[in-house]
């Protein structure tokens, strides 16, 4: 059973573009959360997603963040016109459930973006 | 809402000795889960042990257990006979036991070297 995947593992821009990174939870989890780990610093959590919805977003930046995890495919986090800050590691989890039982998240390799 | 916090930046272990990584956390909640992850230089975030707050008895996992003190919302990680391979940083985590707050809460971490 794979684990989380993420792509790309590096990622590099410049100002102003774009970039999209991607994750594939393991397989049965419907469950996906980001998090963005800025240098020396633990992560921050950004969004939970269950197919097809966001169930809390209160971790994105009001601007130039969104996400989404559609029915078929991965969960896509998107950053619009990026800018130095925005250079982190981000990382995906996935968990089967969420709910008062305990479900694990189960993190990806995470993707390493840097903004030029 | 809900803090971690870890404050020593840094710590330092002989081989085969046993160290202690102190966490305090701050919560209204009286239900709650609390996590050791490690991340080694590959960046990969790895669940070391876990912690539920209705249970008394402290959590342990081979050579690694945890000093769980709830009223002074205290979590600490005892790693007995240390080993090369434990030398990373090790974050502790919070999450609500409700569903709708299932996000991870992360302290800053604290980066474990490991002298041979």
């Known amino acids: 059973n794979a684990g989380v995947m993420q792509n790309p593992r590096h990622l590099v821009r410049r100002r102003g573009q774009e970039a999209r990174l991607r994750c594939s939870p393991m397989?049965?989890?419907?469950?996906v959360y980001w998090y963005r780990q800025l240098p020396e610093e633990g992560l921050k959590f950004m969004v939970y997603?269950?197919?097809?919805?966001?169930?809390?977003e209160s971790g994105m930046p009001k601007e130039r963040f969104s996400a989404e995890f559609p029915k078929e495919g991965p969960s896509i986090l998107r950053i619009q016109q990026v800018v130095r800050g925005d250079s982190a590691a981000y990382f995906c989890?996935?968990?089967?459930?969420?709910?008062?039982?305990?479900?694990?998240?189960?993190f990806g390799p995470g993707t390493r973006l840097t903004v030029l | 809402a809900q803090t971690v916090t870890q404050s020593q930046p840094e710590m330092s272990v002989q081989e085969a000795e046993t160290v202690t990584l102190s966490c305090t956390y701050d919560?209204?909640?009286?239900?709650?889960?609390l996590f050791w992850y490690k991340q080694p230089p590959s960046r990969q975030m790895i669940l070391v042990i876990r912690?539920?707050?209705?249970?008394?008895q402290n959590a342990t996992e081979n050579r690694f257990s945890v000093n769980f003190q709830k009223a002074a919302k205290s979590f600490s990680l005892k790693i007995s006979d240390s080993q090369l391979g434990d030398a990373a940083m090790y974050f502790c985590?919070?999450?609500?036991?409700?569903?709708?707050?299932?996000?991870?809460?992360f302290g800053k971490g604290i980066t474990l070297s490991v002298r041979p």
């Open positions: 989890a996935s968990s089967v459930l969420a709910g008062d039982s305990y479900n694990e998240q189960f």
């Open positions: 397989k049965g989890h419907s469950h």
């Open positions: 997603l269950q197919k097809e919805n966001i169930i809390d």
């Open positions: 919560t209204s909640e009286s239900d709650y889960y």
């Open positions: 912690q539920e707050a209705y249970k008394q």
């Open positions: 985590a919070y999450r609500s036991s409700t569903g709708a707050n299932s996000k991870l809460t």
